[in-house]
């Protein structure tokens, strides 16, 4: 089993900043990619940012040159430094892992978070 948590998120001003992280913990071998995603009230969920196993990294283009997304492979942990919100960017972001579970085995599977919620308002 493998849990994917999510914590950081809060309310912001606009113009401000914010970091979250997305830890995982449990039956892991490897982990592949760990993704940013968010979703807004009434839109669908898009993805954020990218980052693979050996530190490769893609942003969406609404917060390319904001957000910065690293990750700490002896921590199963990924962050997502966020500078310059806007009130745009409130959402629900969600981590998405994507990981190999066993040694013996090259299958990925993929692991969600609960979300945590990120408000940009003055």
């Known amino acids: 089993q493998v849990q994917v948590v999510e914590s950081g998120g809060g309310l912001v001003q606009p113009g401000g900043s914010l970091s979250i992280s997305c830890a995982t913990s449990?039956?892991?071998?490897?982990?592949?990619?760990m993704d940013w995603y968010r979703q807004a009230p009434g839109n669908q969920r898009e993805l954020v940012a990218v980052v693979t196993e050996g530190g490769s990294t893609n942003y969406a283009d609404s917060v390319r040159g904001r957000f910065t997304i690293s990750r700490d492979n002896a921590k199963n942990t990924v962050y997502l430094q966020m500078n310059s919100l806007k009130p745009e960017d409130t959402a629900v972001y969600y981590c998405?892992?994507?990981?190999?579970?066993?040694?013996?085995?090259?299958?990925?599977?993929?692991?969600w978070g609960q979300g945590t919620q990120v408000t940009v308002s003055s």
């Open positions: 998405k892992a994507t990981i190999r579970t066993s040694p013996v085995s090259m299958a990925l599977s993929v692991y």
């Open positions: 449990g039956r892991i071998f490897s982990i592949r990619q």
